[in-house]
């Protein structure tokens, strides 16, 4: 995934959170440098949060499960609103390997 497609998302997120938002001009401005950064990219895939998981606390990490929803739906409500085509992976590691491993090998073969 392009960072600067999650960035925004997470920016999007943090102000929800504190009830703030941007001025137009510079959401525009930040949607369009999202845009112009993803077309760089062949292809671009999102990873989704498994609720049932909960939060590992194995790494120091947030641990506000509203703000990490929030980001989530902040970084799909990024690709949909600028119409930046991305494949979600599925949750299983294998399942989620095999699909990025069959696009690679489907873009080498051209």
Do not use: C, W
Not at 33 to 53: A, E, G, P
Not at 55 to 62: G, L, Q, S
């Amino acid at each position: 995934m392009t960072p600067a497609a999650p960035a925004l998302g997470y920016l999007r997120a943090a102000l929800k959170y504190r009830g703030e938002s941007l001025p137009e001009r510079d959401a525009h401005d930040l949607g369009e440098f999202v845009r112009m950064h993803s077309s760089r990219y062949t292809k671009l895939f999102s990873t989704q949060i498994d609720q049932s998981l909960g939060i590992a606390d194995d790494k120091i990490r947030d641990t506000d499960g509203h703000f990490r929803q929030l980001a989530a739906q902040g970084i799909d409500s990024v690709f949909a609103d600028l119409a930046v085509p991305v494949s979600i992976l599925p949750l299983n590691p294998a399942e989620a390997r095999e699909l990025v491993l069959e696009t690679v090998k489907r873009q080498l073969k051209g």
